[in-house]
């Protein structure tokens, strides 16, 4: 028969290994939000940028013009990049708007 003092022992040895593996899951947790917190701050500026890109054109045809003006035989690349980089976003746009609507019924009142 065990004793109640062997019991004890079990227990705290028990408690002690899963507050150890608390600990390690907690900070392997927190490595975790902190990386994402990361990508979302960089996808939060992107998504800045891109809207001031939206509310004042003139800078990126500002930005083109000094591309084309400072290394015009890598403009059409840049620019080819720039424009497929514009239309994944438009379609990944598009394609949330959709999701978000109602699981993936078209939203009408959106711009396509």
Known sequence: MIGTRSKLIRLAERRMRLLERARTERESLAAVVARTDEVA???????????Q???QPWLLAAGVALLVALRPRRAFGWLMRG???WRMYRSAMRWWRQVSA??????????A
């Open 53 to 55: 890109a939206v509310r």
């Open 83 to 85: 424009w497929g980089a």
């Open 41 to 51: 701050v960089v996808v939060v500026r992107i998504r800045d940028l891109l809207g």
């Open 102 to 111: 109602g699981h993936g019924a078209p939203n009408p009142g959106a711009p």
